[in-house]
């Protein structure tokens, strides 16, 4: 057994500290949930979809908490107020649609004979979830799965401990037995058996490339299902056409906001040649305007990395990528400490060989660089190991859409970009992994077909 520690970025203290779960304890809880399951499925679905909405209710009622608790853990200004509007959006769809999503396909019911699909739970589902947005990331599965009539243990970042635990409170009181909604803190090794041993049904995870690697190890030769959402290196291209100033705002407040700690944020910016000086002059002011610092106070518009470990990836990406010619346009802002305040970056004159261009930077950096025409952003945009979200700024919807057939990513965006829209399938691929999050897909992840051919007595 060891301790998880939260280290707030504010100023290094230790907002929370909590033991981790031994092996055998860790078994107990998955064995209680499984248990829980069956009468938790037999509850009326209508049941569980009011449990899961009272849950999110009482969370809205809390939001003065979700906003301060975000800002010690993991950096994020108060002034954007937490996370509730994106998480009551995606918990609501998902009960919205879920009895319709969930109804039994019905291919034959004829006086003799009764041919369908049902969809049922696939037990016990293990919810590992990351930092950066770490209730709309966990609210994710966490509805679906319960309202599919899964029992669930959620495993939460060190980084945001109290986030699942607040997330359980919310629940039990609302009414979901503690066992069917647990929240757990594991290590990685007792994470690894716990799959290898078939103690949990399904893994939904949410991390680095080589956290899904690990779960995909854990879980060979156990047929349990793996959903992986990992990294990203999501580009945006602003052709000719191009609103520029609406392209402007939007691009580069998906590139930092959050301090540019965004699963599809944008990491790379390509501009069609007649465009681009005028567009990296609007980006430059318009970071240049940011406000670094602490995030509890009501004028930061930007705070700190969430620990100061990424803080120094991003600052080592943006040294190499100066050292080999790319010239950096914002200067060190006042309350960039080294550590885990870091000052926006723009660069320019950036190739693919730098990897600031190629590797998740997941922090407040981005490149740009000129394109002469559709073919030569396509060809760039493509040239990665990832693929989330890839977003096109243009007049010409048709265009668009015909360019992002070409696009190899999992969501495009038209006029737009870092936004998870819960009627839509939330997918990878590539090393971006795989998996179907949020839409009517996401309950066919989270169940298994069982048909039935039942021959009646006429």
Not at 183 to 206: K, M, P, Q, Y
Not at 226 to 253: F, H, N, S
Not at 289 to 308: I, N
């Amino acid at each position: 057994m060891t301790d998880l520690t939260c280290i707030s970025p504010i100023d290094g203290s230790v907002v929370a500290t909590r033991p981790t779960l031994s092996q055998a304890d860790a078994e107990d809880a998955a064995r209680a949930g499984r248990a829980a399951q069956a009468g938790w499925a037999a509850r009326p679905m209508t049941e569980r979809i009011a449990l899961v909405r009272r849950a999110v209710a009482i969370i809205g009622e809390q939001t003065d908490r979700m906003t301060r608790e975000l800002a010690l853990q993991m950096g994020r200004p108060v002034r954007y107020g937490g996370e509730f509007g994106g998480f009551e959006e995606r918990a609501s769809y998902m009960c919205d649609i879920a009895e319709e999503a969930l109804a039994p396909l019905v291919v034959e019911d004829a006086p003799g004979i009764l041919r369908k699909i049902e969809r049922e739970p696939l037990g016990l589902v293990l919810i590992i979830a990351p930092w950066n947005y770490p209730y709309m990331t966990a609210i994710n599965a966490v509805a679906p799965a319960l309202v599919a009539g899964n029992s669930v243990m959620l495993k939460h970042s060190e980084q945001t401990l109290l986030v699942g635990e607040h997330l359980a409170e919310a629940f039990h009181a609302a009414g979901v037995p503690e066992a069917v909604f647990q929240n757990v803190f594991l290590d990685h090794e007792v994470t690894g058996a716990l799959i290898s041993g078939r103690e949990v049904d399904f893994v939904n995870f949410t991390g680095s490339v080589g956290g899904g690697q690990a779960m995909e190890r854990a879980a060979a030769g156990t047929f349990i299902g793996v959903a992986t959402e990992l990294g990203g290196k999501d580009p945006a291209y602003i052709r000719a056409d191009a609103d520029l100033d609406a392209a402007v705002d939007g691009v580069m407040d998906g590139a930092m906001f959050n301090s540019g700690q965004c699963c599809c944020g944008i990491e790379r910016i390509y501009v069609q040649e007649s465009l681009y000086d005028a567009f990296v002059e609007k980006a430059v002011a318009l970071v240049r305007a940011s406000k670094l610092g602490d995030p509890r106070e009501a004028e930061t518009t930007m705070g700190p990395m969430a620990h100061v470990r990424f803080a120094r990836g991003v600052r080592a990406q943006i040294d190499a990528a100066v050292a080999a010619g790319a010239v950096a346009h914002i200067d060190t802002m006042k309350a960039d400490d080294g550590g885990a305040y870091l000052t926006p970056q723009i660069l320019t004159g950036v190739t693919h060989e730098m990897e600031v261009m190629r590797e998740e930077s997941f922090g407040p950096v981005v490149g740009i660089m000129p394109v002469s025409d559709d073919d030569e952003a396509v060809r760039l945009m493509n040239d990665s190991r990832f693929g989330l979200t890839a977003s096109i700024w243009t007049t010409d919807a048709e265009a668009a859409e015909a360019i992002g057939r070409r696009l190899q990513t999992g969501t495009v965006f038209m006029n737009r970009c870092d936004y998870l829209d819960p009627a839509l399938c939330w997918s990878g691929c590539k090393d971006t992994g795989r998996g179907a999050g949020l839409s009517p897909l996401a309950y066919q992840a989270l169940t298994r077909p069982k048909s039935y051919h039942l021959k009646k007595k006429v």
